[in-house]
């Protein structure tokens, strides 16, 4: 018979813990099992392999290359440059950021979800994308080279504003989102008490703030420390970081050694992040008590606060709607639509194919990917989902972000050196490129839908099983309701990933079904202004697309904090 939720909640009520519990263990593990091979077959044994076969010789491992590479002057450089651009782009974006996350937060004002979109855009856009664009207004033949001679592709400062751009809705969704939620009240109390504003805000505001603060920091940390698109298009041969070097080394230098332990020296720092942002997150997610956030914004009052909205406002156009303005005026160049035109001819060079063939091949390996990182995040998710979960479980969840931690290069390579014989030949495959697609966008989904399925009453589920259903069954009449639509979130999530990816891609993408991430690298790596325009056409185009899928996920969005 079917299950309503009155049957449900009725019987869950009567239902016995200790067999549901020992039923729901059963099962968690049973959902488990995908995932874990998952992983296992297309992450853990490729890095492995290729990490091993850095640091084998003649069967032996030689851990002391660690020492002999650490031991390397340009390699300590490329270490210190990774950490300290990294830093300064954190520090840089909070003091650009903050700002607009108070706006957001506390201001109420026409267009406020549009402009909320607009800032959005840059976070989901695919890293080359995002280097392309500050090249066209900072690099030769940009906006700032015609208008005053001033060229910045080649400095670290094109680097810092280009993580800004990239990292700027981070801060202003995560912060703001949080600050949104804080009562106003006690802010006010401590004015009435004779506090001013500043040292109010120093005293109640600021620690309540300062998990997420803390946790927007660690975040941007990580994106600018494992930072290759950006730094690879705007660094050229002056500035490298380590995934940057990684590359070079794999594809260029052919010095697996030294990539195996780049491999491992990034793994380890982002390890780190990766741990102390689970933990401020478990602080803010327990320290606070938070109010409806349509409760606390209101309408600009004052010369101050005007003067504020007004710096935002300035900020966004300058900083975030500018490069993305520029790149389309330089995808149209002189000729109108010419570069667009150029792009259905063959070319003979770094193309088998038409370059807008890389279109096509994007869009169809989004979607696969974006359907596999689905079903192994939705399955994985739901194994997470109770929260007395033990060790193991607990493992399995910090396995599930290791993608995050290590070098996509690696992975990339990886899967040619490890998936190259029966039956894991895959080389050849045209699933390959969406099996690496979906390693980055299954943790999307995880985080995605796990708050969601965490927030369905257990009840329910133990009394859907008391009453017969399987597991199937139970995912099928209780969470799937509740969760339809954080699920189509997470797919939106999946395939504007899926569509960006660019670090693993670069290896496995097949000259003659490139990517367009791929297709805009080859494009800016060959001289001549055609290439150059080309470049600016595709991107645009990958512009466009990231920013429709964005636009379906304002619409899906079920998060009223706003936080990613």
Not at 179 to 192: G, I, K
Not at 344 to 353: I, S
Request: proline share 5%; aromatic share 10%.
């Amino acid at each position: 018979m079917d299950l309503t939720r009155t049957e449900v909640t009725r019987t869950g009520k009567q239902a016995g813990k200790p067999a549901g519990t020992v039923r729901g263990s059963a099962a968690r593990l049973g959902l488990m099992a995908v995932p874990v091979a998952f992983f296992a077959v297309l992450f853990a044994y490729p890095v492995a392999a290729i990490v091993a076969r850095g640091l084998e010789v003649d069967g032996v491992w030689r851990l002391g290359r660690i020492g002999d590479v650490l031991a390397q002057s340009d390699v300590r450089h490329v270490l210190w440059f990774t950490t300290w651009q990294a830093l300064a782009s954190t520090v840089l974006t909070l003091l650009v950021a903050l700002p607009g996350a108070y706006v957001f937060a506390r201001f109420d004002f026409p267009g406020k979800q549009v402009l909320r979109a607009v800032v959005t855009v840059p976070f989901v856009l695919p890293t080359v994308v995002v280097g392309t664009a500050f090249l066209a207004l900072v690099g030769r033949g940009g906006l700032l080279d015609d208008l005053w001679g001033l060229r910045l592709d080649t400095t670290v400062w094109a680097i810092l504003l280009a993580h800004v751009f990239f990292n700027y809705a981070v801060v202003v969704r995560t912060v703001g989102g949080l600050w949104a939620q804080l009562d106003p009240r006690q802010e006010e109390a401590a004015r009435m008490l004779g506090a001013s504003r500043l040292r109010a805000w120093r005293q109640v505001t600021l620690p309540a703030l300062a998990p997420a603060v803390a946790a927007a920091a660690l975040m941007v940390f990580l994106f600018t420390f494992t930072s290759f698109g950006v730094v690879q298009i705007l660094g050229g041969p002056t500035f490298s970081t380590l995934e940057v070097e990684i590359y070079r080394q794999t594809s260029q230098v052919f010095d697996l050694s030294t990539a195996a332990v780049l491999t491992l020296i990034q793994f380890a720092a982002v390890a780190a992040v990766l741990a102390v942002h689970a933990w401020t997150v478990r602080r803010r997610e327990s320290a606070l008590r938070l109010v409806d956030a349509a409760t606390t914004a209101r309408r600009p009052r004052g010369a101050g606060q005007w003067t504020l909205f007004a710096g935002v406002l300035g900020t966004v156009a300058v900083l975030l709607v500018l490069p993305l303005a520029v790149l389309v005026q330089r995808s149209l160049g002189a000729s109108g639509f010419g570069y667009y035109r150029a792009l259905t001819r063959e070319d003979g060079g770094a193309f088998l194919v038409p370059p807008i063939e890389a279109i096509g091949n994007s869009l169809q390996y989004a979607v696969a990917a974006t359907a596999i990182a689905v079903v192994i995040g939705a399955l994985a998710a739901t194994a997470l989902t109770r929260r007395d979960a033990g060790r193991f479980v607990r493992g399995f969840d910090a396995l599930l972000m290791l993608p995050l931690g290590v070098s996509a290069v690696t992975v990339g390579f990886g899967f040619l050196i490890a998936l190259d014989e029966p039956p894991l030949d895959l080389r050849s495959s045209w699933i390959l490129v969406p099996l690496a697609q979906a390693l980055v966008g299954v943790p999307f989904v995880v985080r995605t839908m796990l708050p969601v399925l965490r927030a369905v009453d257990g009840r329910l589920r133990e009394a859907a099983a008391v009453l017969g259903a399987s597991p199937w069954r139970v995912w099928r009449e209780v969470d799937l309701p509740m969760v339809r639509r954080a699920l189509l979130v997470a797919a939106g999530f999946a395939f504007a990933v899926s569509l960006g990816e660019f670090g693993a891609t670069v290896f496995i993408a097949r000259p003659d079904n490139p990517t367009l991430p791929v297709a805009v690298a080859r494009l800016l790596g060959r001289p001549g202004d055609m290439n150059y325009g080309q470049a600016m056409a595709l991107s645009t185009i990958l512009m466009l697309v990231c920013a429709v899928a964005l636009v379906v996920l304002e619409r899906l969005r079920t998060d009223r904090s706003g936080e990613f």
